[in-house]
């Protein structure tokens, strides 16, 4: 059976709950999601389907990427990812698979890519304190002392300093699902998922 389908952050907002209780919750656009191979443990030693979501602009596919769509009889698709499957039979090349799959009460897992911070300091990367806010100081993000002086003359390794900051994998688990619009596509969750809005997103059902 097939846990998960790619898709991507429409946006947040709120739904109002049978009770009249307001809750956050984020729209996802899924799929639809066509199969573009299948793979199997006689020839790649793992069960999977590789799946493809969104248009792309056949000016803008290299030649062995559109050879292999073509190969599938499928449209050239901007995202390609697998998702592992027991069995294969129940699947086909060409397919599409859609967001009906899930249904509301469903518990999903959802990751994506965080937003992309560029370089900060140690108050915004790992919530430092920074220095006091009175006239006089110049180390208001100054990170403090990082090492020792005579030994061991060096900073070891993990100290927390000013670099590159978001951009990373991150995943979301366990959030429930409160609406599904299969002729949209949409499925809300509840809460927040990582990512800006129209970021990619890899939806698979927990557990």
């Not at 199969?35 to 602009?57: C, H, P, S």
């Not at 499928?74 to 799959?101: C, H, K, N, P, W």
């Not at 609406?179 to 990582?194: F, H, K, T, Y």
Request: charged fraction near 25%; include cysteine; aromatic fraction near 6%.
């Amino acid at each position: 059976m097939l846990k998960g389908l790619i898709g991507k952050k429409v946006g947040m907002t709120r739904l109002f709950l049978e009770e009249g209780r307001a809750v956050a919750v984020t729209v996802l656009e899924v799929g639809p999601c066509h199969v573009v191979q299948i793979k199997t443990e006689d020839n790649d030693q793992y069960n999977a389907l590789q799946l493809g979501f969104g248009a792309k602009k056949a000016k803008n596919v290299n030649k062995p990427t559109a050879g292999h769509f073509k190969k599938a009889g499928v449209e050239a698709t901007s995202t390609l990812r697998e998702f592992r499957v027991e069995d294969v039979a129940d699947f086909e090349v060409g397919q599409t698979i859609t967001a009906d799959m899930f249904k509301m009460g469903d518990s999903v897992n959802v990751t994506g890519r965080s937003k992309g911070r560029g370089f900060s300091g140690v108050v915004k990367r790992h919530n430092f304190g920074g220095g006091r806010d009175t006239h006089g100081c110049t180390t208001h993000d100054a990170p403090g002392s990082i090492g020792q002086s005579a030994d061991p003359s060096r900073v070891f390794k993990g100290v927390r300093l000013p670099g590159h900051y978001g951009a990373e994998r991150k995943q979301v688990r366990n959030l429930k699902i409160v609406d599904v619009r299969p002729e949209q596509n949409l499925v809300v969750v509840r809460g927040a998922v990582p990512g800006p809005n129209g970021g990619i997103v890899l939806v698979e059902k927990a557990g």
